[in-house]
Each structure stands twice: as C-alpha cells, then as structure tokens.
C-alpha cells in the first residue's frame, strides 16, 4: 500500500522555524521526486519546492529561497522541509506529492503519482 504521510505543522511566531517531513512508503522512493505544497485559504496550490532522490538536485520557489531547505534521508524514506524566517504569508497547509522521475512542474495536479493528506502551518504576526 502506498503511503504519503505529512507532519511536523504547527502553530509558530513570525520569524520562527518549522521542520515538516514526508514519509514515503510502498513505492521505489529512490526513483522518485518528492515535491513539497502549499494551499493557503482561498488560494490555489503552490509548488515550494522539490528534490530529485536520484540525484539530489533540490529546487524552489522563489518566496522561500534562502529560507526553506529541503532534504531527504533516504534510508528512511522521508524527506524533510525546514523552515526558516517564516512569515505570516507562509501560512497555509502543506502537502508532501512524489512523481518518478526528475523534479518537473505539472499544471494539473494529477499528473503527480502520490499525494499526502497535509499538514497545517500557521504563522502568526
């Protein structure tokens, strides 16, 4: 059974720091990559960034250069998205999607293979 799992949302202050991670299960996670989401209310879903498990490469938005980090451990499975400087604009509830192959930007969201359930962020000003 496949398996997509966010945690590590919360409740935080401006300027405070998050770790969000993603466990994978049920699928070659080696040969995927694993994108991180946001959804803000009333917003459509906004890609954060991304990470290639094959080769490592790591992309983002541009909002969140040079304050968020992701990473990936793979002998468990998870990738991990840190959270810097975050600001009021940040919150919204994060999803975890994973897609074989390189990182790529799909319009229509079931282009991606695996979707989590999500995870809330609030930043509060």
């Known amino acids: 059974e496949v398996q997509v799992v966010e945690s590590g949302g919360g409740l935080v202050q401006a300027g405070g720091s998050l770790r969000l991670s993603c466990a994978a299960s049920?699928?070659?996670?080696?040969?995927?990559?694993i994108h991180w989401f946001r959804q803000a209310p009333g917003k459509g879903r906004e890609g954060v960034s991304c990470?290639?498990?094959?080769?490592?490469?790591?992309y983002y938005a541009d909002s969140v250069k040079g304050r968020f980090a992701i990473s990936s451990d793979n002998a468990k499975k998870t990738v991990y998205l840190q959270m810097n400087s975050l600001k009021s604009e940040d919150t919204a509830v994060y999803y975890c999607?994973?897609?074989?192959?390189?990182?790529?930007?799909?319009?229509?969201?079931?282009?991606?293979?695996?979707w989590g359930q999500g995870t809330q962020v609030t930043v509060s000003s």
């Open positions: 999607a994973a897609e074989v192959g390189p990182c790529r930007y799909h319009v229509e969201l079931d282009e991606y293979d695996y």
């Open positions: 049920g699928f070659t996670f080696d040969d995927y990559a």
């Open positions: 990470i290639s498990v094959p080769d490592g490469s790591t």
